[in-house]
């Protein structure tokens, strides 16, 4: 006997149902809903809710020394626009041999498949060296913060492989880029519109500094990330047309696809900085909203 598709889709489909876009990130309701899945076949879990309505689940199956996890995030990026999905995207509608819905993909197909990998284990006593860990994850989609709560609480310990089933074409990935999420506030002077010369403008100072935050992208390049990006995902200032702006921030997306360039890039624009800030006109300064190391297998298999 083998896992089947009738193991698998009828959990997909419950947690499609089950909405976890992220913001807000609110997983409880999928993963007590895994929580009770397992615990049908004898498998009892353990649930980390590190802050109200996101949630980790743990379960384990085997009794090896050394361990391997199955892991999947639970939360899902925004449906955004309803009317504009071929099918509703909490349907769950099967649809020429496709399922539809938020999350299908990235990554509620392979969470039912580790349940499902679990279930099977469980239920046919499988001999097996190692422990089998199934880790579902909150806040993947913003910050990765479940991921760091489970690692925290030492699930790594004695863990030699861990299997992540994010969607990759089935094709093995051994290698993720690394983030490095920086916020860039600009302090100008606000003065009439019809006299700018009075005021310090925080839109042209941002900008001015836009091009130069593009040259902290190290050139490196990896053998199978590629080289690392930038992308300035949002800016915001000003308040009226004829009013110069006082104010202006941006929020800049570095990929690192090796995790010494996190500090390169660091020190680049600490550089930008000073430099626009030796000018004596607009006040520019900076914030490291969130940077996550890069990753690389020791493995060099494919
Ligand atoms: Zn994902």
């Not at 879990?45 to 361990?67: C, D, P, V």
């Not at 995030?73 to 099918?87: C, R, S, Y």
């Not at 969607?167 to 700018?196: C, D, F, M, N, R």
Request: net charge negative.
């Amino acid at each position: 006997m083998l896992i089947t598709e009738n193991d698998v889709i009828p959990i997909l489909k419950d947690l499609i149902k089950l909405k976890t876009e992220n913001p807000p990130g609110l997983t409880i309701d999928a993963i007590k809903y895994l929580e009770k899945e397992l615990e049908e076949c004898g498998i009892s879990s353990e649930i980390q809710e590190y802050s109200e309505g996101k949630a980790n689940l743990i379960a384990e199956y085997g009794n090896g020394e050394r361990s391997i996890i199955l892991t999947g995030h639970l939360d899902t990026v925004p449906a955004g626009d309803e009317n504009k999905w071929k099918f509703p995207p909490f349907g769950s509608i099967e649809d020429d041999g496709k399922i539809y819905g938020r999350g299908s993909t990235d990554m509620k197909g392979a969470v039912a498949a580790f349940i499902a990998v679990m279930k099977y284990l469980k239920e046919n006593n499988v001999k097996i060296s190692k422990k089998i860990i199934f880790l579902g994850t909150s806040d993947e989609e913003i910050g990765m913060d479940g991921a760091v709560v489970a690692k925290e609480s030492g699930i790594m310990e004695n863990c030699d492989f861990v299997i992540i089933g994010e969607p990759t074409e089935l094709q093995i990935a051994i290698a993720e880029k690394g983030t490095l999420w920086i916020k860039v506030e600009v302090e100008g002077q606000s003065a009439h519109g019809s006299t700018p010369h009075l005021g310090i403008n925080a839109i042209d100072t941002a900008a001015k500094i836009i091009p130069l935050m593009k040259t902290a992208v190290p050139d490196f390049e990896h053998k199978i990330l590629g080289k690392s990006t930038l992308n300035i995902g949002k800016i915001e200032g000003g308040t009226l047309i004829n009013v110069v702006p006082e104010y202006c921030e941006f929020k800049c997306d570095y990929r690192v696809v090796a995790e010494d360039l996190r500090g390169q890039i660091k020190e680049k624009i600490e550089e930008i900085v000073k430099f626009v800030n030796e000018k004596g006109e607009a006040k520019v300064s900076t914030e490291i909203m969130h940077e996550i190391q890069a990753i690389s297998s020791i493995f060099s298999f494919i």
